[in-house]
């Protein structure tokens, strides 16, 4: 009786503690999923979830989103289609929900963890997940078609007209110069240059080919060039305004081109770091009709890969730091050039 | 006594071997159950309370459809501007929809887009590409739905149509 009796309790006491693990893991893993950070969590992935939503929907341009809600307690990890909120592992108490993915807006995010700042932003066809997201807002959408290369094209320059002084403006023919200088630098061979103002001699020692900025008179050559880029300052009243304008020509049997090397050019100055101290409030590609504009451009530019660009404001006094920023000016805009065609 | 006899028999090391193990099977299968259900009640209860707008999560997704010039929106060329609310009558099928509501999973919302035009033949007489004024996308499965209208304009062949959009959810 007494062997009998000890293995009754024996096996009541292994019962009971069978029971009571089972009761403790119980216990233990509903206080984990019914924690009140639990509802937060699954509606921090849904919410997220949903701003990416409403950037897929936005109908273009760039959009930057601070997103204000606290999410420094978790790991967020988003791929293309899910949002996924942690604590202490993927697949331990995540938290996930989905949004509905495009074939042509790219997700590009890396797992944050206890981010104190989530930034979701759309550029051009990319939605970027960071806590600190660095991007330029004014960036344009470039046709992603491919071009043929300007590097053997006969490249025309021209630093600007003026209607009562003859002479180019010392800011736009020094900018010109800047780019020529960069051009012919890295890229394009000198003799594919002409300018609609008379060029120094080609000096062969220092490799330097230039615009004389001191010559008053226009230039007799007047070859038929393949690419043709002015250099203007803009003048607007309203002093918060310091914008790059690139006009091209409407309806011209290049403007898709034209269009291109513009947008190329403009987000390479955006790029450049060097302009990080100036402002610059905006860009835009403006097409003009050449026949109903009494503005004074260079010949033969209808059917040519033409942009004139109009830069800074000489009213404003962020215009007027823009525009003495001469290599910071002419380097984007080679970039543009030999960007163009890749 | 009554247990006892339920438990142990005269010789209760056999008891112990062959009628255990089978108490401890059901009690895990009931074990599991509760726990699952447990589970199931407890995610209900989350998603309960996190519960976003059915509307908002619509209004959200058909913007897409109508802002998007990856979607159905009107994209004029020369300018790239977007003109949200003008439906594109060109980009109006179904492998416009599948590339810009790119999903399969039927528990994300699944939409009919039904368009008709007292000004306009829909779909055109002149487009032998399209056969239909409807288009769906890759999750529409059919089942329960509710249905709203909205007024939008139609861009075909360089002309702007009045229109009307009827928003199919399934739900």
Same mark, same amino acid.
């Given at each position: !009786? ?11 006491? @292994? ?32 919410? !997220? ?45 995540? /938290? ?77 023919? @020094? ?15 000198? =003799? ?59 309806? @011209? ?30 860009? @835009?590609?403006? =097409? ?19 942009? !004139? ?6 009213? +404003? ?26 | 006594?009554?247990?006892?006899? /339920? ?14 193990? !089978?108490?401890? /099977? ?91 035009? +007292? ?30 209208? $909205? ?18 959810? $399934?739900?």
């Amino acid at each position: !009786m007494k062997k009998r009796g000890a293995a009754l309790s024996m096996l009541l006491a @292994s019962e009971v503690v069978a029971a009571a693990i089972i009761l403790l893991l119980l216990l233990n893993h509903a206080a984990r999923w019914s924690s009140t950070e639990r509802p937060y969590q699954a509606y921090l992935a849904k919410d !997220m979830a949903l701003v990416i939503d409403s950037l897929y929907s936005s109908p273009g341009g760039n959009i930057l989103v601070n997103y204000t809600q606290n999410a420094s307690n978790y790991t967020v990890s988003i791929n293309n289609e899910n949002v996924l909120l942690y604590r202490k592992g993927p697949e331990i108490d995540d /938290i996930s929900r989905k949004f509905v993915k495009t074939e042509t807006d790219k997700v590009i995010a890396k797992p944050l963890e206890k981010p104190n700042k989530i930034q979701f932003a759309k550029i051009d066809n990319k939605i970027i997940i960071d806590n600190q997201i660095r991007i330029n807002l004014n960036t344009l959408s470039c046709d992603k078609t491919e071009g043929e290369s300007l590097k053997d094209k006969k490249i025309l320059v021209d630093p600007g007209y003026e209607k009562d002084n003859i002479k180019p403006s010392n800011e736009t023919c @020094s900018i010109a110069n800047s780019f020529i200088f960069k051009l012919t630098n890295v890229w394009v061979n000198y =003799p594919n240059i002409f300018s609609t103002r008379n060029l120094h001699e080609y000096d062969e020692d220092e490799g330097i080919l230039s615009i004389n900025c001191n010559d008053p008179s226009k230039s007799d050559k007047s070859p038929e060039a393949d690419v043709i880029i002015s250099f203007r300052t803009g003048k607007d009243n309203d002093i918060t305004n310091n914008n790059i304008k690139a006009f091209i020509v409407s309806g @011209s049997g290049k403007e898709k081109e034209s269009r291109k090397l513009a947008c190329l050019i403009l987000n390479f100055i955006l790029e450049n770091k060097a302009l990080d101290d100036t402002k610059i409030t905006g860009v @835009s590609i403006v =097409p003009f009709d050449v026949e109903a504009t009494d503005k004074d451009f260079p010949d033969g530019i209808k059917d040519k890969i033409f942009v !004139m660009l109009e830069i800074g404001n000489t009213e +404003s006094d962020d215009g007027k730091e823009l525009l003495k920023k001469i290599p910071e000016l002419g380097d984007p805009i080679s970039k543009g050039f030999i960007e163009y065609g890749k | 006594m009554e247990n006892k006899k /339920i438990f142990f028999s005269k010789r209760g090391s056999g008891y112990i071997l062959g009628k255990k193990p !089978m108490y401890f /099977i059901i009690l895990l299968i009931c074990l599991t159950i509760s726990f699952i259900l447990f589970n199931f009640a407890i995610m209900k209860e989350i998603s309960s309370t996190t519960v976003i707008p059915d509307n908002l999560e619509m209004t959200i997704l058909v913007n897409r459809f109508l802002n998007s010039p990856d979607c159905l929106a009107y994209q004029d060329n020369e300018t790239g501007r977007t003109y949200s609310g003008v439906i594109d009558l060109e980009k109006f099928n179904n492998k416009t929809l599948e590339k810009c509501y790119s999903t399969e999973d039927g528990n994300l919302k699944a939409f009919k887009l039904t368009l008709e035009s +007292s000004t306009l033949d829909i779909p055109p007489k002149d487009d032998s590409n399209m056969k239909r004024n409807f288009i769906l996308t890759p999750n529409w499965e059919a089942e329960r739905y509710t249905q709203t209208p $909205q007024y939008v304009l139609i861009y075909y062949k360089e002309n702007f149509y009045r229109g009307k959009l009827l928003i199919t959810v $399934q739900k």
